[in-house]
């Protein structure tokens, strides 16, 4: 297990310096192509109107790849979003996204500057809710496993999700290089069903 977490350690160092090192314009460009590569999966297409569907999601920072576009054109559609509130013991909370100007500056983010709704919260548990989960990620190998950034927020709203029982769609959000051959995997890692990239879409047998 040692020997997994510091090649996780070791994977997760080169992948952040590769995004740090991506120009703003590029990682601008890339987000508009994902907004639009989002909106034509099957599993988010068919959401619209008032009343039909629930998606969870996440406000991207720095050099992730962008969301803010994608969360709008959902909300546009009529589409319900929730997005994590972070909770002192890096639990997730939920809220409902009632756009960019209600989103306010996380209380416990460290070093990171996460932004999350303010508006009244749902629950850890709201996350079963959602039709689809759109998940963040460095990393994603040719079997659905996922690599995060280490704090285990998701991790654990995806644990949540399958001990209730819930069966929403999960899909990744990345970078085209970032769909790799393999990454370590230790026991809590749950796998994803597909990998969203501003190229096009990558679909595993989670």
């Known amino acids: 297990m040692d020997d997994v977490a ?3 350690r070791s994977v997760r160092r080169d992948l952040l310096a590769v995004r740090a090192a991506m120009a703003d314009d590029e990682v601008r460009t890339a987000a ?3 907004a639009r590569r ?4 099957p599993e988010l297409a068919g959401l619209a109107g008032a009343g039909a569907g629930t998606v969870a999601a996440y406000v ?3 050099s992730e790849p962008g969301t803010l576009s994608l969360l709008n054109a959902l909300r546009e559609r009529g589409v319900r979003v929730l997005l994590p ?3 002192a013991d890096d639990d997730l909370d939920w809220a409902e996204y009632e756009g960019a100007g209600r989103l306010v500056e996380a209380e416990h983010a460290g070093r990171i500057r996460l932004m999350q709704p303010g508006g009244r919260r749902l629950g850890p548990g709201a996350v079963a809710e959602a039709d689809v989960v759109l998940v963040p ?3 994603v190998d040719r079997r659905g496993v996922r690599m995060g950034r280490g704090g285990g927020s998701f991790d654990r709203a995806l644990a949540r999700l399958a001990a209730d029982g819930a069966g929403p769609a ?3 959000l990345v970078y085209g290089h970032e769909v790799v051959e393999e990454l370590p995997q230790e ?3 749950r796998p994803v069903h597909a990998a969203l990239t501003p190229e096009g879409v990558h679909r595993f047998g989670a």
Do not use: F, M, Q, R
Request: aromatic share 4%.
């Open 60 to 62: 991207s920072v720095g």
């Open 137 to 139: 990620g460095l990393a």
């Open 38 to 41: 989002a909106l034509e999966l």
């Open 85 to 87: 509130v972070l909770l």
């Open 170 to 172: 999960l899909v990744v």
């Open 187 to 189: 026991p809590h890692d």
């Open 32 to 34: 508009d192509a994902l």
């Open 6 to 8: 510091t090649w996780k």
